[in-house]
């Protein structure tokens, strides 16, 4: 069996949008007069109860809160600082190697649709993928749900197609929709432990996709 998919979580995977979600979360706790522990993040990271757990975290630390202003407030701070943020490094050339291979793509994030549609317009990456599977459809990871969903869409068995991910959550989610996993972690997640994943890569750049392929491919 041949691989004929790519799928690709969104948030810090495709993009690093975590240093800016994880930024604005830190400013807001600060202007609170409190301080986000790591750790705290880390439990959360790709999946979609993040903004859940930071305002339950905020309310056993503080006390109550304007939730829709800090949630406003968020959004301005994100904003700003994606304004100018394009893909990962490499990442390109991954979605163009695939496509001359005929693989499909697709992306499978916990995010919104609102939020990664978005931003795959913004950086003209839309048309590229023929599937989109968002948190707000599907049940977040580490379920598999949004795997799932992909691979459906995109008409491939799960041996037949690779995840990206950039968080242990994610890994997950893929390695329980019966999918070989690549780890290729952000500045945020580098050091958490992706011992689960079939290969880790220190970014998109450090290994070229047929390299990827081939690997995998051998292996079988």
Known sequence: MSFRALIFDFDGTLVDTESAVLAAWQGTFRELGAELPLEKW???????????AMFALLTE?????????????????????LETEGVREGVLDYL?????????????????IG??????????????????????????????DLYLAALAELEVEAGEAIA???????????????????????????????SHADLVLPGFDAKPLDEV????????
């Not at 880390?42 to 859940?52: A, D, F, K, N, R």
């Not at 997950?172 to 432990?193: E, Y």
Request: one cysteine or more; aromatic letters at 6%; charged letters at 20%.
């Open 61 to 81: 630390l503080v006390g109550d809160h304007d939730q829709d202003l800090i949630r406003q407030a968020n959004r301005t701070r994100i904003l700003a600082r």
């Open 115 to 144: 939020w990664v549609r978005t931003h795959l317009e913004r950086l003209g990456m839309a048309e590229r993928f023929a599937s989109v599977a968002t948190g707000d459809r599907h049940a977040g990871k580490p379920r598999p």
């Open 96 to 112: 163009d190697v695939a496509t001359s291979h005929g693989l499909r793509l697709g992306v499978a994030s916990s995010s919104s």
């Open 42 to 52: 880390y439990e959360v990271i790709g999946t979609h109860s993040t903004t859940p």
């Open 164 to 194: 990206f991910e950039d968080s242990p959550h994610g890994v997950s989610a893929a390695k329980a929709a019966g999918m070989t996993c690549v780890a290729v972690p952000n500045p945020i997640t580098a050091g958490l432990d992706f």
């Open 213 to 220: 392929l081939e690997l995998f491919t051998a292996k079988r």
